[in-house]
């Protein structure tokens, strides 16, 4: 079966879970809060792709340049039963979120037989500030040693934090800023394609 290669943020790991797939990590051998790498088995069927956190997703681009794009999300009880929980569980905690009312969701450009150029992902903090929920993720991110430093940028216009990665993840560096408390993301090596997937996003 093919693989398609995305980059998640936070919860790579559960991508592997949730699809029963194999996961190599160019940056890290465990669950992060830094963007990195995984290949998930492209799906054969609807229930192999999970969609925990269906409204999270419609904050979400369905396509990109009139192509449509792939798209994943977990809810609470994924998040909660992910090998990549604890940490999840420790940035809503600190950002003063509840996990029972936490998602993620993530929409790329991959496809079968193509690895993505960028990822588009969201954060629902369960009521926590979203600006602590920026600050917790960038946290762990450099904790856990997926990334690297962090820094304010803009990017499409808009006000964001910059995370610089390592080299050798594939998508490069994520630029992330929260509205009320979701925090929204996109990673890519090209800053120009970055900026106009933001333009994408709420």
């Given at each position: 079966?093919?693989?398609r290669?995305i980059?998640?943020?936070?919860?790579l790991?559960?991508?592997?879970?949730a699809?029963?797939?194999?996961?190599?990590?160019?940056?890290a051998?465990?669950?992060?809060?830094?963007?990195s790498?995984?290949a998930?088995?492209?799906?054969?069927?609807?229930?192999?792709?999970?969609h925990?956190?269906?409204a999270?997703?419609?904050n979400?681009p369905?396509?990109?340049?009139?192509?449509?794009?792939?798209?994943?999300s977990?809810g609470?009880?994924?998040?909660?039963?992910?090998s990549a929980?604890?940490?999840?569980?420790?940035i809503?905690?600190?950002a003063?979120?509840?996990?029972?009312?936490?998602?993620f969701?993530v929409?790329n450009?991959?496809?079968?037989?193509?690895?993505?150029t960028?990822?588009?992902?969201?954060?629902s903090?369960g009521g926590?500030?979203?600006?602590?929920?920026?600050?917790a993720?960038?946290?762990s991110?450099i904790?856990?040693?997926?990334?690297?430093?962090?820094?304010?940028?803009?990017?499409g216009?808009?006000?964001?934090t910059r995370?610089k990665?390592?080299d050798?993840?594939?998508?490069g560096?994520?630029w992330?800023?929260?509205?009320?408390?979701?925090?929204?993301g996109?990673q890519?090596?090209?800053?120009?394609?970055?900026?106009?997937?933001?333009a994408?996003?709420?």
């Amino acid at each position: 079966m093919r693989h398609r290669t995305i980059a998640l943020g936070a919860l790579l790991s559960l991508v592997v879970a949730a699809c029963g797939g194999s996961a190599v990590s160019p940056s890290a051998p465990a669950p992060s809060a830094a963007p990195s790498s995984v290949a998930v088995a492209s799906p054969g069927a609807s229930s192999s792709v999970p969609h925990g956190a269906p409204a999270l997703e419609q904050n979400l681009p369905r396509a990109f340049r009139d192509k449509p794009l792939f798209m994943l999300s977990f809810g609470p009880t994924e998040l909660a039963a992910s090998s990549a929980g604890e940490t999840f569980a420790a940035i809503i905690t600190k950002a003063g979120g509840d996990l029972a009312k936490a998602g993620f969701a993530v929409a790329n450009d991959s496809a079968p037989a193509a690895d993505a150029t960028f990822n588009a992902f969201a954060v629902s903090g369960g009521g926590a500030d979203g600006s602590k929920l920026v600050d917790a993720y960038i946290a762990s991110a450099i904790a856990g040693g997926a990334s690297l430093s962090s820094a304010p940028a803009t990017l499409g216009g808009r006000s964001v934090t910059r995370i610089k990665s390592l080299d050798t993840n594939p998508l490069g560096d994520a630029w992330v800023y929260a509205v009320d408390d979701v925090m929204y993301g996109v990673q890519a090596k090209d800053e120009a394609l970055a900026a106009e997937v933001i333009a994408l996003l709420p």
